[in-house]
Structure formats: C-alpha cells, structure tokens
C-alpha cells in the first residue's frame, strides 16, 4: 500500500520568491514600485496566510519603509535600531529572519541588526571563524 502524495510546501527562499515576483509583476519591473513590491512580496512569503501571528505585536508594524536606510547613515541606522530596541518580538523578528535569509542577499535593519551583523551572527551560529569584519 502506497503512502497518499504529499503537498509541496511553500518554498520562501529567495530565489523562488524573487522568480515569482518577477513572473506576476514582469521581468525588470519587479523593483520599480514598491508598493507593488511590498503587496506582491507578503503575497508570495506568506502565501495568503499573511504574516505571522507575532508581526502584530511588533513595533515597526506599518513602518517598513523605515527599515531599508542606506548603509552609509549612520543616523537612519540607529533610528531602525532604537525602534527595535525595546520591540517586545525582537526575538521571533530575529529568529524568522535568520532561518530563511540567504547570506548573500541580507538587506535592510531587522530585530536592530545590520546586514553585516546578521552575516556575522549566521557565521557564529555555524561554528565558523570570524573573518575579521569581512563578510559577504
């Protein structure tokens, strides 16, 4: 007797996220809008589930686009970083990042973490030497 098949789960990693962005919002229009972006991401991440239950808590709800500062401001950086600072899901807004994050492609402030410092902390959790500040 054979097993019933299994449903696939939801792949959010970021290529296949950014494929599907790419194909429901049309290739090299996919970066232009972000609303549109912003809509089509939770879309696809979330799969129509919507974001998890610990989001609503979070206190950077509705200021996502706060989030995304220039490395190279030092100001914005520690305005994203005082936001999160006392954030009471600071730790599922980390714990969520870090399990599907790609280490290539880090971006913005999340739970007050650069993307460096998400890289670095990755590392650490693998076991791996620090590389003296250089990270990719």
């Known amino acids: 007797m054979s097993s019933p098949p299994q449903t696939p789960q939801?792949?959010?990693?970021?290529e296949p996220v950014l494929s599907r962005l790419r194909r429901?919002?049309?290739?090299?229009?996919?970066?232009?809008?972000?609303?549109?972006?912003?809509?089509?991401?939770r879309r696809v991440l979330f799969d129509g589930d919507g974001p998890p239950s610990w989001r609503q808590h979070a206190t950077c709800?509705?200021?996502d686009d706060l989030f995304f500062p220039e490395p190279s401001d030092p100001?914005?950086?520690?305005?994203?970083r005082a936001v999160?600072?006392?954030?009471?899901?600071?730790?599922?807004?980390l714990d969520d990042v870090m399990s599907w994050e790609h280490s290539g492609r880090r971006h913005g402030v999340v739970a007050g973490l650069t993307p460096t410092e998400r890289t670095r902390l990755?590392?650490?959790?693998?076991?791996?030497?620090?590389?003296g500040g250089a990270v990719a």
């Open 10 to 14: 939801p792949v959010h990693t970021p």
């Open 24 to 41: 429901d919002v049309g290739p090299g229009r996919e970066f232009h809008n972000p609303a549109t972006v912003r809509l089509v991401l």
């Open 84 to 93: 999160c600072e006392f954030c009471p899901v600071q730790a599922a807004c």
């Open 122 to 131: 990755a590392r650490e959790q693998r076991g791996e030497p620090d590389l």
């Open 75 to 80: 100001d914005a950086v520690a305005t994203c």
């Open 61 to 63: 709800d509705g200021l």
